[in-house]
């Protein structure tokens, strides 16, 4: 299972840094043993152009499914939402288009939601306000806990201020709440806090103290720790 694709290659993408990348992300994923065809499910978190953009590889001049064996799980409210902005034109970018519809299109694509039965054991929860659908996925197995919490977080600094949004949060009164819900729910299961865009060691804890929180990286250590 892989949650969220990221940038993907040979996207054209308005930012620089996402712009046509050339990356060995698949070859990184088969030295994990995960090779495309054996990929039996791809979750998306929500629909933000640079966690879908591996959704999609090109072959020779059109978008084909990269994991052909998998069924991708979509966030309902955020096809709707990212669908009627792009069929309306005011899309920033391609991403709809050539990272999404190709997977629609090969009838790979699933919508899930709270609801949803996921395999592997993972929960899914409701975590709008960064996107109007944007999804957090719980996993609880031999006594711990984690939440791959796409980006209810960007950086750690927002456990310490969770008032702080993104330029990028859609609905930022929402944002607040639910960063507020998952902090709380996280620091008192003892969560393992996957955010999608965390720096090194890229994921830890949300401790609390007296009535704020303050992050613990997973790794002693880290200079991200202050």
Known sequence: MIIDTGVGNHKVRPPARMHMLNTL??????????????????????????????NTSLEGRRWAPTFPNARYLVPRAD??????????????????ADSL?????????????????????????????HTPGQMNYWLRSQGEVGVFSADVFHHPVQILNPTWNTAFCIL???AISTRAHVLADAAASGALIMSCHFPAPHAGYA????????????????????
């Open 25 to 54: 992300a698949l070859q990184w994923l088969a030295a994990a043993g995960a090779e495309p065809d054996a990929v039996t499910h791809v979750l998306i978190t929500h629909l933000h152009s640079d966690h879908i953009g591996w």
């Open 101 to 129: 519809a190709p997977i629609f299109d090969a009838g790979l694509a699933t919508f899930v939601d709270k609801s949803s039965e996921l395999p592997g054991g993972l929960e899914p929860a409701e975590a709008f306000g």
């Open 79 to 96: 096809y709707d939402y990212f669908k009627e902005i792009n069929d309306s034109g005011k899309a920033s970018d391609t991403s709809f």
């Open 172 to 174: 930022p009164d929402q």
């Open 207 to 226: 401790r609390k103290t007296g009535d704020a929180y303050r992050f613990e990286p997973a790794q002693p250590g880290s200079p991200i720790a202050t």
